[in-house]
């Protein structure tokens, strides 16, 4: 059975960090394009942090530039996403993402170019102000 399986969120204060985590289970990340995306009550789910395959260019979106930085570790098929400086409008449900993709852009995987195959659970972060 093909699974990412998120860990790490959790409360916060404002200013605080946080890594999120992605395992995958039954395949390899190898050959797919990842990413982070979230999703805040009464809003679209929007990419955050997205990480090509070949090229291992990344994509932040404008808001957690220079906060968030994506990483992946192809020996334990994992995604991260590190999160400092947390903000209470970072507050919302965090899903990993993958695509098959060896050259997909990243900034296509987080505008959902082509909609995700493979999805977590999603993970809940609160940032309290």
């Known amino acids: 059975q093909l699974q990412l399986v998120e860990s790490g969120g959790g409360l916060v204060q404002s200013g605080g960090s946080l890594r999120l985590s992605c395992a995958a289970f039954g395949f390899t990340l190898d050959y797919y394009v990842i990413g982070w995306f979230r999703q805040a009550p009464g809003k679209e789910r929007e990419g955050v942090a997205c990480l090509s395959n070949i090229h291992t260019r990344t994509y932040y979106v404008d808001s957690v530039k220079g906060r968030f930085t994506i990483s992946r570790d192809n020996a334990k098929n994992t995604v991260y996403l590190q999160m400092n400086s947390l903000k209470p409008e970072d507050t919302a449900v965090y899903y990993c993402?993958?695509?098959?993709?060896?050259?997909?852009?990243?900034?296509?995987?987080?505008?959902?170019?082509?909609?995700?195959?493979?999805w977590g659970q999603g993970t809940q972060v609160t940032v309290s102000s």
């Open positions: 993402a993958a695509e098959p993709g060896i050259t997909t852009p990243a900034q296509a995987m987080c505008n959902m170019d082509r909609f995700p195959g493979y």
